[in-house]
């Protein structure tokens, strides 16, 4: 079990700029999920796949938010045009189609824009 | 509609007494409870989880929890704090599989 792994680490970005993220899930983990963290608050759910089908999108990912995960392994979260306010800290998480089964948590992409 | 509640943003103890973080939560089914613990720049590890068997879970590294639906309470409790415990600390409600709501988290500091 390797883990979940998130890269890069750190991304600092201009305003207006686009930025990609990466996460490798658990591999025999099919539901894949994206929270983003600020300071001083918990993890809010921005969405989440089911192998290659994203089934669920917070209202909090607005249209310059996109996310894939094209073969049902990792996956990518893209922001377009970012904003100051994008500036968090972005984890993604993985688990078993299984009921109760718990959240896995990559280290996290801590994203600032300038 | 789930939520959680975490009563303290911060808790400070001295190395080697008891902590108790508190969590309360609402939810209009039987949930799936969570405690989840994070170091700085880290992610969100498991520390337990309640999922309607016995009331008083154990977790990793001497933590524990007890599920009282009476008072919809999920408190983390560990009898002696070790300087490692140092962390954030996130309750987590779930009465759906991918619905999970965490609290805002409680930061506990332990000194020497």
């Known amino acids: 079990d390797t883990g979940v792994s998130q890269n890069p680490r750190h991304k600092i970005t201009k305003r207006g700029q686009n930025v990609t993220f990466r996460c490798d899930p658990i591999s025999e983990h099919n539901r894949l999920y994206w929270y983003r963290q600020t300071l001083g608050q918990g993890p809010e759910f921005l969405t989440y796949?089911?192998?290659?089908?994203?089934?669920?999108k917070s209202r909090l990912l607005s249209d310059r938010f996109s996310a894939e995960r094209p073969k049902g392994s990792f996956s990518t979260l893209e922001i377009q045009r970012t904003e100051q306010g994008d500036s968090a800290m972005y984890l993604c998480?993985?688990?078993?189609?299984?009921?109760?089964?718990?959240?896995?948590f990559g280290n996290g992409t801590r994203l600032t824009v300038t | 509609a789930q939520s959680v509640t975490q009563l303290d943003s911060h808790v400070s103890v001295s190395e080697g007494t008891p902590v108790l973080l508190r969590c309360n939560y609402s939810s209009s089914y039987s949930p799936s409870l969570f405690w989840y613990v994070q170091h700085p720049n880290k992610g969100l590890q498991l520390l337990l989880k309640y999922t309607s068997a016995a009331t008083l879970v154990k977790g990793i590294n001497g933590f524990e929890a007890e599920f009282k639906k009476s008072e919809t309470s999920f408190h983390l409790t560990k009898p002696s704090a070790h300087m490692s415990d140092a962390a954030e600390y996130f309750c987590v409600v779930s009465d759906r599989p991918d619905d999970m709501r965490f609290g805002a988290g409680t930061r506990l500091t332990v000194k020497p």
């Open positions: 796949f089911q192998n290659e089908a994203q089934l669920e």
């Open positions: 998480a993985s688990r078993l189609d299984r009921t109760n089964s718990p959240l896995h």
